[in-house]
Every structure is written in structure tokens, then in C-alpha cells.
């Protein structure tokens, strides 16, 4: 069986997250060409920046589920869907070829559909990057906004990779982003819990916060984490091959 890793594509690292909807296009083309020359295939996640947290906060959805207007969520999907389409541009351009998933169509209720194990893996195996991102999703008491930081949870808890990376725009995590000049090399999942990292307030779904806590979850079940730079690309690269990195690593540690 080939070996998978998953990655996570930063919304920020695609997107100015501070302009409503307006791509990083040297982002885009960075985090494509680190992927192309890691050279294997990879199940592969992206957020959705100022693509999607604007409009979501402006029509007030957020993770619990809530009536939304028709309008709403057409105008969020559409854009989510055209950040999609800019980022599997830039990596096919690159060679990189991906199969694209609806992420509603992953998920039964409670978690992530058993099938999908049998069908990603063979996808890998057979060189093509399946490819999914954060998004607005209907449930039976309304819609809401699914993060690709939860789906990359739940795509570890079904896959086992043998590592998954958070590609942010920044190098990894900070004890105080503004003191410090490197980030954390490596955090315990317990140094990990107690870490008090500010939520970026435009972020619908918790920003680094939410990554962190997403990313002790994954940890928990054995998995080393690793935060990277998704803006330069030798470092999104080493980060791939599990090499030591400018980032941070959340050791995995599989605990009962
Ligand atoms: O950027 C959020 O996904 P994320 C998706 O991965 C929307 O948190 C539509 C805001």
C-alpha cells in the first residue's frame, strides 16, 4: 500500500486573507510547485481565506448548523468553488494531477464514509491527488460551514497518513508571533493543549486555534503534525518528507 500524507493548503496561503475575495496568487503558484516537486502523490485539503469566511460572517453562518438564505449559500459555495478552480489550475499546470471531491460527499452521519478509505488509497496508488476544501454544507437542521481543518481530521482518522502538514503563512507556531523570531520546533500534545493561540477574529472557523486544536486530535491517534511555511516552498517541501523543518512538529502519540 503506497503511504499517505495529507496536507492542509491554508486559506491564507491562497488567499489575501485581509481583501475580500482576492487570491494569493504567488501563494497559489508556491504551494503548487512545492507539491509537484515533492513529486508523489498526496491527499491534498485547502481552506478557504477570503473566499469564504467574509461572506460566511456576513450572512452569520459558522460551524453549528443554522437557517441560511438560499442566496447565502449559493453566493458562498460559488465563491469557495472558484478559489477551487484557481488552485487545481496551478497544480495541474504543474503536473500534478487531481481528482476533485465534493466534501459533502465524504461525510455519512458522524464522520467520514468507511468507503472512502478503499477509494482514496487506490486513488494515491494510482498517482492522482484527491482534492478537497472547506466549504458550506447542508445538514438536517440547516447549513454550515465545514473547515478543511476538520476535514483533514477526519480524513486522518479514517487514513492513518503517515504525517499531515499544515501549510499557514507563517513558519509554525509561536509562543508570541510578535517576540519570538523562530517558531516552536517541537510540542508534546500536553505542551500542545496548554498553548493559548489567538484566534484570528475573521476566521469563521477558528483560525490558528482551531488548527492547533485539530491538529492534537490528529496527534492523539500517533500522527506527527507538522506546521510549516506554505509561502516557501523548500520548507512546505521538507515539511513533506517529514525532514527537520523551520516549522513546528506536534509530536503524535497514541493515547488510549
Ligand atoms: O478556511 C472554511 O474553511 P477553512 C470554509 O479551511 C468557509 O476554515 C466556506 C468559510
Known sequence: MGRIIILKIGGSVITEKDKPLTPRLEGIRSAAEAVAEFGEPLVLVHGAGSFGHFLAKKYGLSRHPSMASPEAVAEIRDSVMKLDSMVIEALRSKGVQVYWLQPFALYNIGGIHEKWKTILTNLIQQGISPISFGDVIPTSEGFRIISGDEIVRDLAELLHPVRVVFAMDVDGIYRNYRK?????????????????????????????????????????????????????????????????????????????
Open 180 to 256: 519570538d523570531e523562530r517558531p516552536i520546533e517541537e510540542l508534546s500534545i500536553e505542551e500542545a493543549k496548554r498553548l493559548a493561540v489567538d484566534p484570528v477574529k475573521i476566521d469563521v472557523t477558528g483560525g490558528m486555534e482551531g488548527k492547533l486544536k485539530e491538529a492534537i486530535k490528529i496527534a492523539r491517534i500517533g500522527i506527527n503534525v507538522h506546521f510549516t511555511n506554505g509561502l516557501k516552498k523548500e520548507h512546505l517541501i521538507k515539511a513533506l518528507k517529514g525532514k527537520d523543518h523551520e516549522g513546528t512538529l506536534v509530536k503524535g502519540k497514541l493515547l488510549a
